[in-house]
């Protein structure tokens, strides 16, 4: 019975008694939602977003390097292709990992999520709840090709030598971004036995 009187702040994760009406949390006075559908679709439109970026973050130059005049513009997978011929094998499937198939992963985890919260997927509520804590945890890794472009651009600064963060690097820190929104903004008060 007191079980679904309990609250959870979404501000400091602080377990509150619902006592209804309007519900601020005895922690940090935040006034607490109890509308689980705000998060479902809140959710969705980041990871939409996501999606739609992971497209341009791919097809677009990461990194735009210009060497005695002339330009070479590389995508992730082209860097990943030329960091193979070079024999850097192990920074190669890193940043393969990392920029290609973690954000893939990402998004399958919450699609996943999503479609078994809203139509009540019987599996196990650990298994969730395991998923969710997966997918938290790998989105910080996503972010490797976003760091080698800027560390590269700040630390070489020859005359001859330019390297310029291209498109595909604002689109794929957008969609890391945006697939972070979508994860913490997704609401465990959704996952159902």
């Known amino acids: 019975m007191l079980k679904n009187k309990l609250i959870r702040c979404h501000i400091c994760e602080a377990t509150n008694i619902d006592k209804g009406g309007e519900v601020r949390c005895r922690r940090c006075n935040e006034k607490i939602h109890t509308y689980k559908n705000i998060s479902f679709h809140k959710t969705l439109a980041f990871l939409i977003t996501a999606i739609i970026l992971y497209i341009p973050a ?16 590389s995508t992730i997978l082209g860097g990943v292709m030329h960091l193979w011929e070079a024999g850097s094998y192990p920074v190669a499937l890193i940043i393969l990992f990392a920029s290609v198939f973690v954000p893939i992963l990402k998004f399958i985890f919450i699609i996943y999520l999503l479609i078994s919260t809203k139509y009540n997927v019987k599996s196990s509520i650990v298994d969730k709840h395991k998923l969710f804590y997966i ?22 600064h020859f005359s001859a030598v330019e390297i310029i963060p291209g498109m595909g690097a604002t689109a794929f820190a957008l969609m890391v971004f945006f697939t972070m929104l979508s994860a913490l903004s997704f609401d465990t008060r959704l996952i159902k036995r």
């Open 58 to 73: 791919n097809v677009y130059p990461i990194l735009v390097t210009k060497k005695f005049g002339v330009v070479n513009e």
């Open 135 to 156: 997918t938290e945890v790998i989105g910080s890794w996503s972010m490797v090709d976003v760091f080698v472009v800027s560390i590269l651009s700040v630390l070489i």
